[in-house]
């Protein structure tokens, strides 16, 4: 107990019951990475919303984002099979 976990889909810490989907402490991926219905967003999901955050807060170009955001996905390990098949 009282280990953190990171998220499996953007690698946040998940410390407080209101990281994860509904309180539920037994997912592996955060509130972030959770669609309203608690279920885990895809892949294209994900790296839009990564994409457009990285957009609004370091004032990137869309495309750049996109690639900034696909390299970060890889190295996650929801993402790690998918982005192998898919270089
Ligand atoms: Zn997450």
């Not at 209101?18 to 997912?27: H, L, R, S, V």
Request: with cysteine.
């Amino acid at each position: 107990m009282g280990k953190t976990r990171n998220c499996i889909a953007c690698g946040m810490p998940m410390t407080r019951p209101e990281d994860f989907p509904g309180g539920d402490a037994t997912k592996d991926y955060c509130v972030h990475c959770a669609r309203p219905d608690g279920s885990m967003q895809s892949y294209g999901e994900k790296l839009d919303s990564m994409t457009g955050f990285m957009v609004k807060t370091q004032g990137l170009d869309p495309g750049a984002a996109r690639k900034l955001a696909a390299g970060m996905m890889s190295r996650l390990p929801a993402w790690k099979d998918l982005s192998r098949n898919s270089p």
